[in-house]
């Protein structure tokens, strides 16, 4: 992971120029980010990235909001996308 990528996987709070910078980055740093960053309402909008492997990221990322877990362990058109949410969705109900 470069230092730019660290400096938004460390982030704890967002500013919406953060959040554009993220969405402005290739897919694979999108991807990468996905699996990692805290903040939901990127994570919600990632969820909807044309590119699966972002998507897959958000589904592994447990901070990602649950709704948006299940949105995509339902619905998204990928399998393994859908798998992996749910294996997330699993493994946080294991938890509680």
């Not at 980055?25 to 909008?45: P, W």
């Not at 058109?77 to 992996?84: A, G, H, R």
């Given at each position: 992971?470069?230092?730019?990528?660290?400096?938004?996987?460390?982030?704890?709070?967002?500013?919406?120029?953060?959040?554009?910078?993220?969405?402005?980055?290739?897919?694979?740093?999108?991807?990468?980010?996905?699996?990692?960053?805290?903040?939901?309402?990127?994570?919600?909008d990632l969820s909807?990235?044309?590119?699966p492997e972002v998507?897959?990221?958000?589904?592994?990322?447990?901070?990602?909001?649950?709704?948006?877990?299940?949105?995509?362990?339902?619905?998204?058109?990928?399998?393994?996308?859908?798998?992996?949410?749910?294996?997330?969705?699993?493994?946080?109900?294991?938890?509680?």
């Amino acid at each position: 992971m470069d230092s730019n990528l660290l400096f938004y996987a460390s982030k704890k709070e967002w500013s919406p120029h953060d959040e554009a910078a993220v969405l402005k980055m290739d897919y694979m740093k999108r991807a990468e980010l996905a699996r990692s960053i805290n903040c939901e309402g990127l994570l919600v909008d990632l969820s909807l990235d044309q590119h699966p492997e972002v998507r897959q990221g958000v589904a592994a990322n447990a901070a990602t909001p649950l709704m948006t877990l299940k949105r995509l362990a339902e619905q998204d058109l990928c399998l393994s996308v859908q798998d992996k949410a749910q294996e997330t969705l699993t493994s946080q109900s294991q938890k509680s």
